[in-house]
Nanobody, 115 residues
């Protein structure tokens, strides 16, 4: 069973940057689309960014121009570069497939942005 492990979160001031990583225990080469999701306290999980093979991307309006998703199929890893962070970006961030059956959700990585 594929296991997803997210890392790279932390506490950062508004305007700062973080780079999240999502390592998969299985190959993601054949998966058409991978996504980053987030869940803030008291809110539903929402899609933040998607990357498809061979590399097209889509972003939620709230992060467009600030976040960049990328993937390294050889390393079975998906990344999320987050710049110009805002307090409203505070959430637990997860990665998973997009548009196909989800893998079991990982533990996520906490991102906290202070004002």
């Amino acid at each position: 069973q594929v296991r997803l492990v997210e890392s790279g979160g932390g506490l950062v001031q508004a305007g700062g940057s973080l780079r999240l990583s999502c390592a998969s225990s299985g190959s993601i080469f054949s998966i058409n689309a991978m996504g980053w999701y987030r869940q803030a306290p008291g809110k539903q999980r929402e899609l933040v960014a998607v990357i498809r093979n061979p590399g097209s991307t889509d972003y939620a309006d709230s992060v467009k121009g600030r976040f960049t998703i990328s993937r390294d199929n050889a390393r079975n890893t998906v990344y999320l570069q987050m710049n110009s962070l805002k307090p409203e970006d505070t959430a637990v961030y997860y990665c998973n497939t997009y548009g196909s059956s989800w893998y079991p959700w990982g533990q996520g990585t906490q991102v906290t942005v202070s004002s």
